[in-house]
């Protein structure tokens, strides 16, 4: 069964930095891209970061070019979203996901997010 748990939300104040991290069990890891959505209030989810199966190339939405770095962890099956200069707009919940094998940015499994604030 597959699972994504996503740790590391909480409250943060405008500029300041979160890291989140997502265990990845059930699956063949090394076999699947992974990444990152998030969902504002009212908002459509939207695509954030990826990173490939071997970790050697990446993907940003342009709002989080230059501010946040996406990395896995192939030995422990996990999956880093590092996130500084944060602004409210960043304010979402963020979700862990696993893009379809052999179709880059489909999403096949959600994990069930977890709560970014960030105060002004």
């Known amino acids: 069964q597959v699972q994504l748990v996503e740790s590391g939300g909480g409250l943060v104040q405008a500029g300041g930095s979160l890291r989140l991290s997502c265990a990845a069990s059930?699956?063949?890891?090394?076999?699947?891209?992974m990444g990152w959505f998030r969902q504002a209030p009212g908002k459509e989810r939207e695509f954030v970061a990826a990173?490939?199966?071997?970790?050697?190339?990446?993907r940003y939405a342009d709002s989080a070019k230059g501010r946040f770095t996406v990395s896995r962890d192939n030995a422990k099956n996990t999956v880093t979203l590092q996130m500084n200069s944060l602004k409210p707009e960043d304010t979402a919940v963020y979700f862990c996901?696993?893009?379809?094998?052999?179709?880059?940015?489909?999403?096949?499994?959600w994990g069930q997010g977890t709560q970014v604030t960030v105060s002004s």
């Open positions: 990173v490939s199966r071997f970790g050697d190339s990446t």
């Open positions: 996901v696993r893009e379809r094998l052999g179709d880059s940015g489909k999403i096949d499994y």
């Open positions: 059930g699956f063949t890891y090394t076999l699947y891209d």
